[in-house]
């Protein structure tokens, strides 16, 4: 068994849970292939982690996580996986890492988005979605510039999947503020806990506009119902998507080997 733990929870969606573990198939062979000792599966919920007992420490010994054996077993805590030190390899997001993630872990390298409208190479946009009828439906600029469409945010009930997020929050509060707007022009903000639940409570009503990421609004449309009665009127500008990361212990040498591993499979 190995000693490393791996994950790619990002876009884990029970649908695709198949198509995940063909990912990271292939990435665990092309890491054996290098002499990485990948573990065979990827954890998804907090049983699957190792226990650290009295917590994850950072360098200078303070406790920045709780032990996973004390949490939840059938749910996942992103932060416990992403600062475990016994971490190979897992997806991440640019909100989290640029407040105080980034110095706890070691950056591996970028997926690609070509296959997504409001992607191109590394980057990534989000979707700005409300319900259908209730504004035009755009497409994405080619140049992947922003296009905000204020006097049809304006008022609205704004929900977003989490605080930290890049995609559906960080990214459009910067657009906002890069045209002298904040996310005051909107009237309510809401806190989802998803991206798709966030699609869920537009169609229902609950809410009027999210920011959702260009592959996470691909899915949507595949398996999600209400994302037929949701439409796109804007997209964030283009920006870096999630990246992949080990932890900031993992020795040089695999480091190295992951990030050629990866560049060689994207």
Same mark, same amino acid.
């Given at each position: 068994?190995s000693?490393?733990?791996?994950a790619?929870?990002m876009?884990?969606? +029970?649908?695709?849970?198949n198509?995940? *573990?063909?990912q990271?198939?292939?990435?665990? =062979?092309?890491? %054996?292939? $290098? ?22 420490r950072?360098a200078?010994?303070?406790?920045i ?6 949490l ?14 016994a ?6 997001c640019w ?16 997926p ?12 990534y946009?989000s979707?700005?979605v ?5 504004? +035009?439906?755009v497409?994405?600029?080619? *140049?992947?510039s922003?296009l905000?469409?204020? =006097?049809?945010? %304006?008022? $609205? ?8 997020s890049m995609?559906?929050?960080i990214?459009?509060?910067r ?11 909107f ?9 798709r639940?966030?699609?869920?409570a537009?169609?229902?009503g ?8 260009c ?5 949507a449309?595949r398996f999600e ?5 949701v439409?796109?009127v ?8 999630l ?7 993992t020795?040089?040498?695999?480091v190295?080997a ?8 994207a």
């Amino acid at each position: 068994m190995s000693d490393f733990i791996a994950a790619l929870p990002m876009y884990d969606w +029970p649908e695709e849970k198949n198509e995940v *573990d063909a990912q990271w198939a292939r990435l665990r =062979d092309a890491f %054996r292939q $290098k002499g990485i000792d990948a573990p065979q599966t990827v954890a998804r919920v907090n049983a699957d982690l190792r226990p650290v007992e009295g917590g994850i420490r950072d360098a200078a010994g303070k406790v920045i996580a709780p032990d996973p054996a004390t949490l939840p077993p059938d749910e996942l805590d992103f932060h416990g996986l992403w600062l475990h030190p016994a971490l190979l390899f897992a997806q991440a997001c640019w909100g989290p890492l640029e407040l105080g993630l980034l110095e706890h872990v070691q950056v591996i390298g970028q997926p690609r988005y070509d296959a997504f409208e409001g992607g191109q190479d590394e980057l990534y946009s989000s979707a700005l979605v409300m319900r259908a009828g209730e504004a +035009p439906t755009v497409t994405s600029p080619s *140049d992947g510039s922003p296009l905000i469409p204020l =006097d049809v945010l %304006r008022g $609205k009930h704004f929900t977003f999947n989490s605080l930290d997020s890049m995609s559906g929050i960080i990214a459009l509060t910067r657009d906002l503020e890069a045209l002298g707007e904040s996310l005051d022009i909107f009237s309510e903000r809401s806190e989802s806990g998803g991206h798709r639940a966030s699609i869920v409570a537009i169609a229902e009503g609950k809410a009027d506009v999210a920011a959702i990421d260009c592959q996470s609004w691909a899915k949507a449309r595949r398996f999600e119902p209400a994302a037929e009665a949701v439409t796109v009127v804007g997209w964030t500008r283009r920006r870096k998507g999630l990246p992949f990361i080990t932890a900031r212990t993992t020795p040089e040498k695999i480091v190295v080997a992951l990030r050629e591993a990866v560049a060689a499979i994207a």
